[in-house]
């Protein structure tokens, strides 16, 4: 059974860039078919897709996100890493990282194949 846990993101300071990594066990993030993504949700507004990894390495940002916004990976940790550079309050919220099948996900209502990290709340306050 394929487990995803978020890190602890520590204090984040406006200016500053978020950084979070998933750790994957019970599975590859190198396994076909799967994209390992990053998701937020802040209080009062729907879940907003940040960004994924699939197997090969390639990446895919969410337009209102791409220009502060790297996702890599360490195949060998069996690791993927979330950098939001240059934070805001607006920022704040429960970020979680995701796997779900390449051709659709939750945020499209689709639930098959996906697993879910418990989600590590991120506050960037002064």
């Known amino acids: 059974q394929v487990q995803l846990r978020e890190s602890d993101p520590g204090l984040v300071r406006p200016s500053q860039t978020l950084s979070l990594t998933c750790t994957v066990s019970g599975g590859s993030i190198t396994t076909s078919y799967y994209l390992w993504s990053w998701i937020r949700q802040s209080p009062g507004k729907i879940m907003e897709f940040i960004g994924y990894i699939d197997n090969f390495g390639n990446t895919n940002y969410n337009p209102a996100l791409a220009g502060r916004t790297s996702i890599s990976r360490d195949t060998s940790k069996n690791q993927f890493t979330l950098q939001l550079r240059s934070v805001s309050p607006e920022d704040t919220g429960v970020y979680s990282c995701?796997?779900?099948?390449?051709?659709?996900?939750?945020?499209?209502?689709?639930?098959?194949?996906?697993?879910w990290g418990p989600g590590t709340q991120v506050t960037v306050s002064s």
């Open positions: 995701v796997r779900s099948l390449r051709c659709c996900g939750p945020l499209k209502g689709n639930f098959t194949d996906t697993a």
